[in-house]
């Protein structure tokens, strides 16, 4: 069994709201065997996914690669910042 202590040790801020939905909006349609990203971005504009960043356009692959960058930036300024398992 894992040690509780370690479940978020790379994290070093909580997700918000919106990252929460996005990565569970990903795991949906990547558990539904879509991996093109191009298909990925076509679903998320279906799902009506909305941007951590607020951004109201729709998804493309220029955003969601933004997105995605946006995101692992503001978590290793805070895991820079914070530590450990904020």
């Known amino acids: 069994m894992q040690d509780p202590a370690l479940r978020y ?10 990252e929460t939905a996005l990565a569970a909006d990903l795991e949906d349609i990547y558990g539904r065997g879509v991996h093109d990203f191009s298909a990925v971005v076509a679903e998320l504009n279906e799902k009506g996914t909305k941007k951590p960043s ?6 493309t ?23 450990i398992g904020a």
Request: glycine letters at 8%; a negative charge.
């Open 9 to 18: 040790q790379s994290r070093g801020r909580p997700l918000t709201e919106a």
């Open 54 to 59: 607020g951004e109201t356009t729709a998804w």
């Open 61 to 83: 692959l220029e955003t969601f690669e933004a997105e995605l960058k946006a995101i692992n930036a503001s978590h290793d300024a805070a895991y820079a910042e914070n530590g």
